[in-house]
């Protein structure tokens, strides 16, 4: 594993070499739990079926990257898009990536091509988040539940150096009262690049509205509605993902 330091802060990365030199470089951003390690060889795969450069990092306090020493704030996604991704592709020299990220990875990716529209050449969400839903707070409270009876607790500590903190600071973020105005949807009208938006149709945590309002408000957007399928796209329906996300790396690199 590879380290770099952002924002004072060291990262952890994998960096996963091109096949195709007129391939545009992929940046793969983890869900609320995720980290480098937990998206397992789903890099490595997207790598082999689009033949792009594919960059994977920890966020700080995820995986085996260091923490931040403030407490998490509702607009933590924000600084992530706004700060911390610019940062960091900044500091590897990556100047048009196509974004592909997962749950709160998605709204990042979402957040940063609304704030730099000419950025991203293309992005990729996999059950994203613009608002918050009722079924998105359920399913967290259920988490919660799960996360307290359950041996989760030991199986997400073989991926995070600090996993109570990584859990704590999801659960406790979307729970809280002054989490429930988020919404991240005054970024959508600005993105200025293809998207792709896949969304299972048996998600757990959030209503297909999620990927509707995507589709219904920038232009272009390719919706993807996957049956047999969670909240995890790539691992539910890893082939039909891959597939969908080689053809997207297509039309967005001419090729």
């Given at each position: 594993?590879?380290?770099?330091?952002?924002?004072?802060?060291?990262?952890?990365?994998?960096?996963?070499?091109?096949?195709?030199?007129?391939?545009?470089?992929?940046?793969?951003?983890?869900?609320?739990?995720g980290c480098v390690a937990m998206w397992r060889d789903f890099p490595q795969k997207?790598?082999?079926?689009?033949?792009?450069?594919?960059?994977?990092?920890?966020?700080?306090?995820?995986?085996?990257?260091?923490?931040?020493?403030?407490?998490?704030?509702?607009?933590?996604?924000?600084?992530?898009?706004?700060?911390?991704l610019p940062a960091f592709l900044d500091a590897l020299g990556i100047e048009r990536p196509i974004l592909v990220g997962?749950?709160?990875?998605?709204?990042?990716?979402?957040?940063?091509?609304?704030?730099?529209?000419?950025?991203?050449?293309?992005?990729?969400?996999?059950?994203?988040?613009?608002?918050?839903?009722?079924?998105?707070?359920?399913?967290?409270?259920?988490?919660?539940?799960?996360?307290?009876?359950?041996?989760?607790?030991?199986?997400?500590?073989?991926?995070?150096?600090?996993?109570?903190?990584?859990?704590?600071?999801?659960?406790?973020?979307?729970?809280?009262?002054?989490?429930?105005?988020?919404?991240?949807?005054?970024?959508?009208?600005?993105?200025?690049?293809?998207?792709?938006?896949?969304?299972?149709?048996?998600?757990?945590?959030?209503?297909?509205?999620?990927?509707?309002?995507?589709?219904?408000?920038?232009?272009?957007?390719?919706?993807?509605?996957?049956?047999?399928?969670?909240?995890?796209?790539?691992?539910?329906?890893?082939?039909?993902?891959?597939?969908?996300?080689?053809?997207?790396?297509?039309?967005?690199?001419?090729?």
């Amino acid at each position: 594993m590879k380290h770099l330091t952002v924002e004072c802060l060291r990262l952890e990365y994998r960096d996963i070499a091109a096949t195709d030199a007129n391939k545009p470089t992929l940046v793969l951003l983890h869900e609320g739990l995720g980290c480098v390690a937990m998206w397992r060889d789903f890099p490595q795969k997207l790598a082999a079926a689009t033949g792009c450069r594919t960059v994977v990092f920890s966020r700080a306090g995820y995986g085996h990257s260091e923490a931040y020493a403030a407490p998490r704030t509702p607009r933590y996604m924000h600084h992530e898009g706004e700060v911390m991704l610019p940062a960091f592709l900044d500091a590897l020299g990556i100047e048009r990536p196509i974004l592909v990220g997962h749950s709160d990875g998605g709204s990042i990716a979402l957040i940063f091509a609304g704030a730099f529209p000419q950025r991203p050449l293309g992005v990729a969400v996999m059950a994203p988040h613009e608002f918050v839903e009722e079924e998105t707070l359920a399913g967290i409270r259920a988490a919660r539940e799960f996360w307290a009876n359950s041996d989760w607790p030991q199986k997400l500590a073989r991926y995070h150096h600090d996993a109570p903190r990584v859990f704590s600071d999801w659960n406790d973020s979307w729970l809280s009262p002054a989490f429930r105005d988020w919404s991240i949807e005054a970024y959508l009208p600005r993105i200025a690049c293809p998207v792709l938006a896949l969304q299972g149709e048996d998600d757990e945590y959030a209503t297909m509205r999620q990927i509707e309002v995507i589709g219904e408000v920038v232009q272009g957007t390719e919706v993807l509605k996957l049956p047999a399928c969670g909240h995890s796209p790539q691992r539910d329906q890893e082939a039909a993902v891959l597939s969908a996300l080689a053809a997207f790396v297509s039309r967005c690199s001419g090729s």
